[in-house]
């Protein structure tokens, strides 16, 4: 059991860096904080990291041009409902959508705050901290490499 527990810790060290990125992109990303639309801008740091999320790119995403129409995604027909079928079925969408939306932003910080909790547990109560640290620096330097590759 030892055994099991060591390689679960040293695992969980290494990935834990990555684990924090996903859920912290991933929650910018449930609420579209990534993509520009109507008069709101992204930062251009959260715009490239969604793009690492989402395309293993570090990268700006593509921005329509003055005059371009937006693509709407939150239309599965691209909206070719009638108006009124539109307006009164976006209106039992939206509210589920925005529950659904809110359930997973939480999923996401606990997420967060059970990967610190265990990174915290994983280096503080090891007696091979030099392995703990080397792991988790591992699990930074490693992906952000293999982006300047």
Not at 46 to 65: I, M, R, T, W, Y
Not at 77 to 84: I, Q
Not at 119 to 139: D, E, M, P, Y
Request: hydrophobic share 45%; proline share 7%; charged share 15%.
């Amino acid at each position: 059991m030892t055994f099991i527990r060591r390689w679960h810790s040293y695992i969980g060290l290494f990935i834990g860096p990555s684990v924090l990125f996903f859920a912290l992109t991933g929650a910018a990303q449930i609420f579209n904080l990534h993509e520009a639309h109507g008069h709101y801008q992204p930062p251009a740091v959260l715009e490239k990291l969604s793009s690492v999320h989402k395309d293993q790119l570090f990268a700006l995403g593509h921005h329509p041009e003055p005059g371009e129409p937006e693509a709407n995604p939150h239309q599965p027909d691209g909206g070719t409902l009638p108006p009124a079928a539109a307006e009164h079925d976006g209106d039992q969408r939206g509210l589920s959508t925005l529950a659904l939306k809110i359930f997973f932003l939480t999923v996401a910080f606990c997420l967060v705050l059970s990967t610190t909790l265990g990174l915290w547990i994983g280096l503080t109560q090891t007696r091979q901290k030099r392995v703990a640290w080397t792991l988790v620096f591992s699990g930074v330097l490693i992906p952000v490499g293999l982006l300047l590759i």
